[in-house]
């Protein structure tokens, strides 16, 4: 059975439910928890980081520049 604590504020938990998302984040701070399952130890889920991974993802796309669409009269 997985258990795991929370590193910001201590509280314990454990159950298979750790296992989903919705329960890997903690319930008294909202800091994603540290679950240990046999010798693996990972970082729980943390819709914070979700938040930071698609803002990440929206600002490395890159915007076509203008006058893309215009191969026709690409000039060296
Ligand atoms: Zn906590």
Redesign the pocket.
Known sequence: MPIAH?P????SYQGWALLSARHQT?T????RLKIQLNDQIFNGYSPFDAEKLILNMTGDTPSPPPGEKKKGKREQ
């Open positions: 929370c910001n504020c201590g509280t903690c008294t701070c909202g800091q």
